[in-house]
């Protein structure tokens, strides 16, 4: 059995805000083609991801909200949800296939179809709240899918590990309040989105980083912050929102991470999976803006959970 299943719909590559968006289709094709180059490609399971329902949406959103977006999605041109997201005609059906791989990437890894999942998929959604759009992202993937696993399968304990360079609020705001999920995130601060400095709770392991702050620190700052929580926790299964664009050449950000950087937190995220989880992780993708250096450290972190 190939251990990694590879999640992605193309019509995530439909979803278009305007021309020069930095949130643009060409990160899936970015990563897609680096894997095929690499040869990892057919290495990995490959699955289309399903749209996630109403029901699967509403356990982290309101339902209020879900209609709301259902029905301002435009047939023609773009409707704006904030000054940083928009949806143009294929953006609904792209956001639910979004959320709907982190559905089938948890039910694959809990039924043991697969040990461990990436989901290649687009906008991001760490940024999206229960009822508010932000930051590029409409519907919470990440949450659908922590969601599923706990109401599906019955776990008590699920980790969420954001390593994306802005902080996952909308995650926070969905889970700050359920006892049985533990959000770890870095993040540069101050900095967009202005959250998460002063909220650290028990379970909310909020750990702001300066900007320029270099991969050694990260690291530091990952084994000092996360790993005693985590070993308190002992999660049942693991979530990833893998955002690259705390790497040194993102144009959106200040931080100084590295390809070696990806790939040594995916080994430290894997680690913690095998401890108490049963090896258990789901990646969801969330930021990354330059071309190359998202390719390159997404192919690390895809390579890395595979065993390749």
């Known amino acids: 059995m190939n251990r990694t299943a590879f999640i992605t719909h193309p019509d995530t590559l439909l979803h278009v805000m305007d021309?020069?968006?930095?949130?643009?289709?060409?990160?899936?094709?970015?990563?897609?083609?680096?894997?095929?180059?690499?040869?990892?490609?057919?290495?990995?399971?490959?699955?289309?991801a399903p749209a996630a329902t109403d029901a699967q949406l509403t356990r982290v959103h309101t339902p209020a909200y879900v209609q709301h977006i259902r029905r301002i999605a435009p047939k023609a041109g773009l409707v704006r949800l904030d000054p940083d997201t928009a949806m143009g005609p294929m953006s609904l059906s792209a956001v639910l296939h979004a959320a709907g791989a982190a559905v089938l990437a948890t039910d694959l890894v809990m039924q043991g179809k697969a040990h461990n999942a990436f989901c290649c998929v687009r906008p991001p959604g760490h940024h999206a709240g229960r009822e508010t759009a932000a930051g590029f992202c409409i519907f919470n993937g990440i949450s659908v899918g922590v969601a599923h696993a706990l109401a599906v399968y019955g776990l008590q304990r699920v980790a969420i590990i954001d390593f994306d360079v802005h902080h996952g609020d909308g995650t926070e705001d969905i889970f700050r309040d359920d006892a049985r999920v533990m959000l770890c995130s870095t993040f540069q601060h101050p900095f967009y989105p202005g959250k998460g400095a002063d909220s650290r709770s028990e379970r909310m392991i909020n750990v702001p980083l300066k900007a320029e702050t270099d991969g050694s620190a990260f690291r530091q700052a990952v084994t000092r912050e996360f790993a005693p929580a985590l070993a308190r926790f002992k999660p049942q299964m693991v979530f990833v929102s893998a955002g690259f664009d705390a790497h040194a050449d993102d144009p959106l950000a200040q931080l100084g991470l590295q390809r070696d950087d990806y790939a040594w937190v995916t080994r430290f995220i894997m680690e913690i999976a095998a401890s108490h989880a049963q090896g258990r992780v789901v990646s969801v993708l969330e930021g990354g803006y330059r071309l190359e250096a998202l390719a390159d450290c997404a192919t690390a972190h895809v390579s890395t959970l595979a065993g390749l």
């Open 19 to 48: 021309g020069q968006h930095p949130e643009s289709p060409a990160r899936i094709t970015a990563i897609r083609d680096r894997l095929q180059r690499d040869g990892l490609l057919s290495k990995l399971q490959i699955h289309e």
